[in-house]
């Protein structure tokens, strides 16, 4: 009778694959928003009281320097309100002055002379506002800038607050105004660099100069300042839409690998393969990732120092797998 031969148990073959070391860093992620350029300074300048409008003397792109008349209503009607105020001041003060002297004689009553310094106190308040009324009835410039857009036009009835011109100052400098999410926005911190990079080939470096303390309802983004360092370059208009990289400060050092290295992700858990210490075998180990930018994830799961993690051939591992690495890697 044959004696049966023990069985040979075959041993998996070691997968060949590639590794790269766990990289510890403090850098933290970038914020990547769209913004818009713009001044700091931009308004919209309009009349302060209703009317046809004479005149329109700028437009669109103009330069203008402070107090330089823009725009003007036609002034018959307000220049009477204005000359009917000054005539009821007139006769308030002739009032006023003839029963002061009757108070003096007492025929007029103290209560005669206070009536009437009170209609003079009213009519030089009426006649105060018919002047601030004129003088709003022209629009001078703010200060040294340029007319963004003209929005009126001569003989068109404009009413009170109907823009008529927009206008950007010159000081002040420039911003780029962005929308960043409330995660990201608790990562950023005024003074922190930034660059913006617009239409053809523009480049420019800014700093985070203020931020909003409240979320807009509709997009929930928190509104950002970027002051931009320095001039603008020639050409550039505001309203431009740029690409803007915030770069916040540096946070505690945590580990970062390669997207490649990361397999059945789900939400913000995922699996790596660590190469154990004697190079031929693999540990599968459960990571949380904190955030994913360009080609790298970082983690919020504590790595071994040293460590090494698969990258090529991990999708096809096991742990505990036999491995094995390209004589470069060894």
């Known amino acids: ?8 148990v075959r041993r998996a073959r070691a997968l060949v694959v590639e590794v790269v070391p766990v990289v510890l860093t403090t850098a933290a992620v970038p914020v990547d928003v769209t913004g818009v350029l713009g001044r700091r300074v931009e308004s919209t300048l309009s009349f302060k009281t209703g009317g046809v409008i004479a005149a329109v003397s700028v437009r669109a792109g103009d330069r203008v320097t402070r107090g330089q008349t823009l725009a003007t209503l036609r002034l ?11 005539t009821a001041v007139e006769k308030a003060r002739r009032d006023h002055a003839r ?9 007029a009553t103290l209560e005669n002379l206070q009536d ?34 003209r929005l009126a036009e001569p003989e ?28 990201d926005v608790l990562r950023l911190h005024v003074g922190d660099r930034a660059t913006l990079q617009g239409p053809d080939g523009l480049a420019l470096s800014a700093s985070l100069a203020q931020i909003a303390e409240g979320a807009d309802p509709a997009t929930r983004t928190v509104e950002v300042e970027l002051a931009v360092d320095g001039a603008m370059p020639a050409g550039v208009r505001s309203g431009f839409i740029v690409d803007a990289r915030i ?19 789900r939400a913000r858990q995922a699996h790596v393969f660590l190469l154990a210490t004697d190079g031929r075998s693999v540990r599968r180990q459960e990571v949380e990732i904190e955030a994913i930018h360009d080609d790298r994830a ?33």
Request: charged share 25%; hydrophobic share 50%.
């Open 1 to 8: 009778m044959r004696t049966p031969r023990p069985r040979r």
């Open 76 to 86: 018959d009607e307000i220049d009477a309100q204005v000359a009917q105020a000054r």
């Open 99 to 107: 029963i002061e002297a009757l108070h003096a004689d007492r025929v």
């Open 116 to 149: 009437a310094r009170s209609a003079l106190d009213v009519a030089a308040a009426a006649l105060r506002a018919a002047e601030f009324n004129r003088a709003h009835s022209v629009i001078v410039a703010p200060a040294d800038g340029r007319i963004l857009r």
């Open 156 to 183: 068109e009835l404009a009413g009170p607050g109907r823009p008529i011109l927009a206008f950007a100052a010159d000081d002040g400098g420039w911003i780029a105004r962005a929308g960043v999410t409330e995660r």
């Open 247 to 265: 770069l916040p400060q540096p946070v505690p050092a945590r580990a970062a690998v390669p997207l490649s290295a990361l397999v059945e992700g």
């Open 298 to 330: 970082y983690l919020r799961t504590a790595l071994p120092a040293g460590a090494r993690v698969v990258t090529t051939g991990a999708e096809f591992l096991s742990d505990g797998r036999t491995v094995a690495l390209p004589a470069a890697s060894r």
